[in-house]
């Protein structure tokens, strides 16, 4: 089972495409949480995130800024990485190479799995480090203190965005098996993410009480309150109180397993055809 | 039969591959039926049909790709789904394919760690295909016949006993086909035994020992290659024709003589070849063409099935 993780590492983290993915997560996080609102602060630039105002750029709010864009933009990038990861596999017809060599299904598939969580933990540890860079120098060109969050709220933190981005790719995970593909995948799981998401909180869920309450059960919504629970800026897409940061936990692990034995099921059930 | 396949059953080895019954429907459509085949440790197989005749379906069945939907198969003595199912067995199914953005090494090394294999045999493989010099170069950029060596590579790194190869000369010019029946040749003479399916039945008369013919999904022969396409006729261009055939008929009988547009097909051995020849030039018929000919692979489905391959 070793030896199939380091096959899949290799195959994963040689490839631009996730490092890509990686880089424009992190672009994302240094504009939205960093750039537009320190331009902000002169009061000349009218931005979405533009009147933040100066506290929440410092180093006690980076933990929240790291966190901000994992329910919908981060989050997408991060199902595309699933999708990568074993999508690949059917767009270049290489199951039957894999296969071919005599490992089971299952032990490839928990490859993939491994493989896709050490990508969500890379992911998450370089938003969190290019928000503490950019906390430190907010901090440095406006003189202010460097007040860094205690071990244990960084490791909340951490292991928060850590589980939210596992479970975004596991689900391109569970989609690229479902649909035998990369592109179909990608395309379904985006415009569940950026725009589904978005019209069930802003548009359905004000006027229809069900679908409110539906929200709650949902795996973007749930992220959303973990992520607001530990100090994401409220004004972040996808960001709102709607339940409980100890049941949110809960129901992300749940459909994080959930996703991941789907996934397998699927693919140890049915023949491979590419 | 060949010498190797002899010594197999005499020691009383387990065939290297064994159906019985298999079937595999896709929905109403029956892809393979009742495919009963063995394959003996040591022989180059042939298994022989032409494009949608049920091959690539019996082969993934075969590596446990697909599931039959019916029907019983052994490799090596093995069942799918056991532990070891593949150990010592290597494939190249429907051409080969492996990662663009890696390298030819890169993604041997990838295959090596899923097989269990170490990092050294992956330059003797690709010593073995005589792609060293060109391991470090992305597969993307590629040739068509060096990506189907690497294909061998990928399929040799568990230094297998038993290849199972799926057209492994498809698309590939001359020098490809033959650097790759070099190949198979070279790993066959060490001891390695193939089940190669191909739709040329030139290439499986030169590799193969024995064939299985498929046709439609079903197995409708299992012989020795020296069996297939066995007999052939004569075929006459002479002039003027009409002479010709009065004159050969009388020879040979004239249900024997066929017109095969300007020429005439005659069912005889071919050491008649010369007599007619010389019974047609004393009748002074110009004889501009006398050639043996025999079946091609068209011929032989007819032979086998009774049904013209080319209407289907």
């Known amino acids: 089972m070793l030896t199939n993780v380091r096959a899949e590492l290799i195959k994963t983290f040689r490839r631009p495409a996730v490092w890509l993915l990686f880089g424009i997560a992190c672009l994302l996080d240094i504009t939205f949480t960093y750039l537009i609102p320190y331009a902000g602060l002169s009061g000349n630039v009218d931005g979405p995130t533009s009147n933040r105002g100066l506290a929440s750029m410092l180093p006690p709010s980076f933990i929240g800024n790291s966190l901000g864009g994992m329910p919908i933009f981060v989050g997408a990038l991060a199902l595309i990485f699933g999708v990568l990861v074993i999508g690949t596999e059917y767009a270049s017809t290489t199951w039957k190479t894999v296969l071919a060599q005599g490992p089971s299904r299952a032990a490839v598939y928990g490859a993939k799995l491994g493989a896709s969580a050490i990508g969500a933990l890379i992911l998450t540890a370089s938003l969190f480090a290019v928000s503490a860079a950019s906390s430190a120098v907010v901090a440095t060109l406006k003189d202010q203190p460097m007040h860094w969050p205690g071990f244990s709220d960084l490791a909340t933190g951490f292991g928060a965005g850590w589980l939210i981005a596992t479970m975004w790719t596991t689900l391109g995970v569970a989609l690229a098996v479902a649909l035998r593909g990369l592109a179909l995948p990608i395309g379904l799981g985006l415009v569940w993410m950026l725009v589904v998401q978005n019209l069930l909180a802003g548009i359905a869920a004000p006027l229809i009480d069900w679908i409110a309450q539906m929200q709650k059960w949902l795996p973007g919504p749930n992220a959303g309150s973990l992520a607001l629970s530990l100090g994401a800026n409220p004004d972040s897409p996808g960001v709102g109180a709607l339940v409980s940061s100890g049941r949110a936990t809960l129901m992300l692990a749940a459909y994080l397993v959930a996703f991941a034995v789907v996934g397998g099921w699927l693919l140890i059930r049915r023949d491979i055809r590419e | ?312």
Not at chain 2, 283 to 288: F, I, L, P, Q
Request: charged share 20%.
């Open chain 2, 1 to 312: 039969m060949p010498r190797r396949t002899l010594w197999a059953i005499v020691a009383g080895m387990s065939s290297s591959v064994e159906t019985r019954g298999l079937t595999k429907h896709y929905g109403k459509t029956v892809a393979v039926k009742d495919l009963t085949l063995t394959v003996e440790p040591g022989e180059v197989y042939g298994f022989l049909g032409p494009n949608g005749a049920g091959k690539t379906t019996t082969l993934r069945m075969l590596l446990g790709l697909v599931r039959p939907t019916s029907g019983t198969l052994l490799l090596r003595g093995r069942q799918p789904g056991t532990r070891g199912f593949l150990d010592g067995i290597g494939a190249l199914i429907e051409g080969p394919a492996f990662y663009g953005y890696l390298s030819g090494r890169d993604n041997l090394r990838v295959f090596a760690r899923h097989a269990g294999v170490g990092e050294p045999r992956v330059a003797e493989v690709l010593e073995t295909v005589d792609l060293a010099d060109r391991a470090g170069d992305r597969y993307s950029a590629y040739s068509l016949g060096m990506k189907q060596r690497l294909g061998l590579a990928a399929a040799l790194l568990k230094e297998p006993e038993l290849l199972i190869l799926d057209e492994p000369t498809n698309g590939l010019d001359p020098a490809g086909m033959l650097d790759m029946r070099t190949l198979i040749r070279r790993v066959s003479a060490q001891g390695c035994t193939v089940l190669l399916s191909s739709h040329l039945l030139g290439e499986v008369q030169q590799i193969c020992d024995r064939v299985g013919v498929i046709f439609r999904g079903e197995l409708v022969a299992q012989l020795p290659v020296d069996e297939l396409g066995s007999g052939g006729s004569l075929v006459v261009t002479a002039d003027p024709v009409d002479a010709a055939r009065s004159r050969i008929s009388s020879m040979v009988g004239p249900d024997r003589v066929r017109p095969d547009g300007a020429s005439l097909q005659i069912d005889a051995a071919r050491s008649d070849a010369a007599k007619i020849n010389a019974e047609l030039v004393a009748a002074g018929v110009s004889v501009s063409e006398l050639r043996w000919q025999t079946p091609d692979l068209e011929q032989i489905f007819f032979q086998l099935t009774g049904v013209n391959a080319d209407a289907h």
